[in-house]
């Protein structure tokens, strides 16, 4: 598919440019970031876009717009969606994550993938010879970088969540339970990650 071009500011219908003021106005920039822009080829959606992920991503809720930002970022990177992933660092960075969190979120979500691609295939196998098998694989990365606890299973509930690991979700459910992350926290992040997979596809369907 042919990239689509964006709606520039200097181009935007009336309601548009209402529109982009209140993302500016909300994220502290002084234009819109490029998503956005994209996003506008369907009014519809830029509003639905920008009303989600003002409420789920950047404003504080049940988590922080820090915590979500970094969520976010994780999800963007998973999905190799390269506008989003290089906006988010920035974000982050603005946030307060350094740049060695922001890397070890990256490497928290490529392990969790890891261990969602194995315990997928437990379940699709159907061969009850597999369940006894060890895993087998090395997963010292949760426990080994400068992001605590929390964060780190927020991050894994969400992308195992992407990638409809069952086994995975019920997991790190139950260690955000024990963590004492209140279920509405952790339907929070859910929504954080539901609304940038929104975004990333029409931006990857969009030829960006």
């Known amino acids: 598919m042919v990239p689509l071009a964006v709606v520039a500011e200097s ?3 009336e309601k548009i ?7 500016k106005e909300l994220l502290a920039v002084e234009s819109v970031p490029q998503p956005f822009l994209l996003y506008a080829r369907v009014p519809a959606f830029l509003q ?4 989600n992920s003002k409420r789920f991503i950047f ?9 979500k930002a970094l969520i976010s970022l994780a999800v963007a990177a998973t999905q190799r969606c390269e506008p989003w992933a290089d906006w988010l660092t920035n ?3 603005r946030l307060g ?13 490529g392990t969790c993938t890891m261990y ?10 159907g061969r009850d010879i597999f369940q006894g098998m060890s895993v087998g694989l090395r997963a010292h990365t949760f426990a080994g970088t400068s992001l605590d606890d929390q964060t780190v299973e927020l991050i894994n509930v969400v992308i195992s969540d992407i990638q409809s690991c069952h086994a995975c979700v019920s997991g790190h459910v139950a260690k955000l339970d024990a963590l ?12 954080c990650g539901a609304t940038m997979m929104a975004g990333i596809v029409f931006l990857n369907a969009a030829g960006h």
Do not use: P
């Open 11 to 13: 181009e935007a219908t």
């Open 17 to 23: 440019e209402l529109t982009y003021g209140r993302i």
């Open 48 to 51: 639905d876009f920008f009303m």
């Open 59 to 67: 404003t504080d809720g049940k988590l922080t717009a820090k915590t």
């Open 91 to 93: 974000h982050c960075h």
């Open 97 to 109: 994550w350094s740049e060695q969190e922001t890397i070890d979120a990256l490497a928290v979500a």
């Open 116 to 125: 969602n691609t194995f315990f997928k295939f437990r379940d699709l196998a």
């Open 180 to 191: 004492g992350v209140a279920d509405e926290a952790t339907l929070e992040a859910i929504q």
